[in-house]
């Protein structure tokens, strides 16, 4: 019973209305074969989360706004992640732990689109903490 209820809690928030993966435009049409070989495309897998893609993809699971921003807007919930949607996963300037001032520019950016959000679904705690993140980031961009 403890095991299920750890794994409850290291999940997000589910979406709140159920909907069709939302996809790319650019990418429609192509089939994941098409899209395995080009590294900046990412076929989310069953229960899989923002933050486990990204911690994957660059090291770090916090840079996960820079992945919300490149595939989605305002209107999408970012605790929603539907499995076969297809993601670009955008390249740093830096690397991962020596990030360039384009890369802190776009952290904030990405987390100022997710706090609008969260903002948008009406989880206002969350918006106030991506807010953080993104003045954050925008100090360490300057």
């Not at 997000?12 to 900046?40: C, H, M, R, V």
């Amino acid at each position: 019973e403890a095991s299920s209820q750890n794994e409850t809690t290291a999940k997000q928030e589910p979406a709140l209305e159920e909907t069709e993966p939302p996809q790319n435009p650019e990418l429609a049409g192509q089939t994941s074969s098409e899209t395995a070989k080009d590294g900046n495309i990412y076929q989310v897998k069953e229960d899989e989360w923002y933050w486990v893609i990204s911690r994957n993809a660059y090291g770090k699971a916090h840079f996960w706004p820079l992945i919300f921003e490149a595939n989605f807007n305002r209107d999408t919930h970012p605790d929603s992640l539907e499995t076969g949607t297809l993601l670009k996963i955008p390249a740093l300037s830096g690397t991962p732990d020596n990030l360039t001032a384009e890369d802190y520019a776009r952290l904030a950016s990405g987390a100022g689109l997710v706090s609008s959000a969260y903002e948008n679904f009406g989880k206002l705690d969350k918006a106030k903490e991506y807010a953080r993140y993104a003045d954050k980031w925008n100090r360490n961009s300057q």
